[in-house]
């Protein structure tokens, strides 16, 4: 038989095979069966019903959903780590360099803040950009400037990186003392940079009789109080008078203040003289000992300067003489002596006219004074 036929046979065979289903089977054991339910019944009495918990029993069978509170946005928060010192033009009393110093013991009490330095800056630099410029050089992330301007003492807080100034504050009627313009200073820059406020040491120690109040509370003299940073009222009263005087407060403490008695001490008896007291030696006063001193520099240059006048002769005679010998030619070397005789015969003028001077004064303060 050909290979053809023996494959036509073979697939004839295997179609109505490959067309039929299987049958399903049934179960081995019914489901109706006695002993079967007997034992299902006897499992159910058994395995006792799960108990759910009186809280859960009384919830609702669709609970809803618990309200979660919205997710703010997180937004990148930056504290400044360096703090800039820039102090413009001239403040009352000459206190620019204790002004700078009691700035930075504010900056470094501000959160966040590692480190603080002065700056420079031309003057005037009057204008947010100057400040920003004089901050960007020394790589600061904020500059703290203070100015004296129309008679009232400025502060002003700058960010260098927003380029702009971010708080300012301003304190009249400044007394022309270093210690209260460090005070006022300090006052207004911790108004800017620490929201907790500064506070310093105050000790004012006074004279037997006298009563001291601050701030209209009571202090005895030479105790050691703490106040905030800037300056205070100080009242002193002595039997029925008194006064007041300001008080400044430094952060890193003020020098302690003494307050003497005004009262003037009873004029005392004079005492008997028993015996003649010697008659009081002459008092010479230094202008006599200077004029002495200013005399013998007289002598001295006017000694020196004829010493240099008779060279400088001596030298232009030379040089003439030897000028007339070459046939009025001049040589090198004559010239150099011809100048050498011109040259002391300068410094020759130069010492009397010291001298004369010298002598004048010495003069004037032997018998003028």
């Known amino acids: 038989m050909k290979p053809r036929s023996l494959c ?40 006792p019903p799960k108990q759910e918990p009186a809280e859960q029993a009384q919830k609702p069978a669709t609970e809803p959903p618990l309200a979660l509170p919205p997710l ?13 010192v820039l102090v413009q033009g001239a403040l009352p009393g000459g206190s620019a360099a204790s002004v700078g110093q009691g700035l930075r013991a504010v900056a470094r009490r501000a959160p966040g803040v590692a480190e603080t330095s002065l700056l420079q800056a031309p003057d005037p630099c009057a204008d947010e950009a100057c400040w920003v410029t004089a901050g960007v050089a020394r790589q600061v992330d904020r500059v703290l400037v203070a100015a004296y301007e129309n008679g009232a003492l400025q502060v002003r807080l700058v960010d260098v990186k927003a380029r702009k100034q971010i708080s300012h504050g301003q304190q009249g009627g400044i007394a022309a003392d270093p210690a209260q313009v460090t005070a006022w200073a300090e006052a207004l820059a911790c108004k800017l940079l620490v929201p907790s406020g500064c506070t310093g040491e105050a000790v004012v120690d006074a004279a037997p009789g006298i009563e001291l109040e601050i701030d209209g509370q009571p202090l005895h003299p030479g105790e050691k109080r703490i106040l905030p940073v800037g300056v205070h009222a100080l009242r002193v009263r002595e039997g029925k008078s008194e006064s007041s005087r300001a008080l400044p407060v430094l952060i890193e403490g003020a020098p302690p203040v003494f307050v003497a008695s005004t009262r003037v001490a009873p004029a005392q008896a004079p005492v008997e003289a028993t015996a003649a007291l010697p008659a009081p030696a002459p008092h010479r006063t230094w202008t006599r000992t200077a004029g002495y001193a200013a005399a013998g520099a007289a002598v001295v240059a006017a000694a020196t300067g004829a010493y240099f006048g008779l060279k400088s002769k001596s030298d232009i005679d030379n040089a003439e003489s030897a000028y007339r010998a070459n046939g009025n030619v001049w040589q090198p070397g004559d010239l150099d002596t011809l100048h050498s005789g011109n040259s002391k015969a300068h410094t020759a003028n130069v010492l009397f006219i010291a001298s004369g001077v010298l002598l004048a004064a010495g003069a004037a303060l032997t018998f003028a004074f």
């Open 8 to 47: 036509a046979v073979v697939l004839a065979l295997a179609l109505p095979a490959l067309g039929q289903t299987e049958p399903q089977l049934a179960p081995l054991v019914p489901n109706d069966a006695p002993w079967l339910q007997k034992n299902q019944k006897k499992r159910k009495k058994k395995v």
């Open 72 to 84: 703010a946005p997180l937004t990148p928060s930056r504290t400044a780590s360096s703090v800039g």
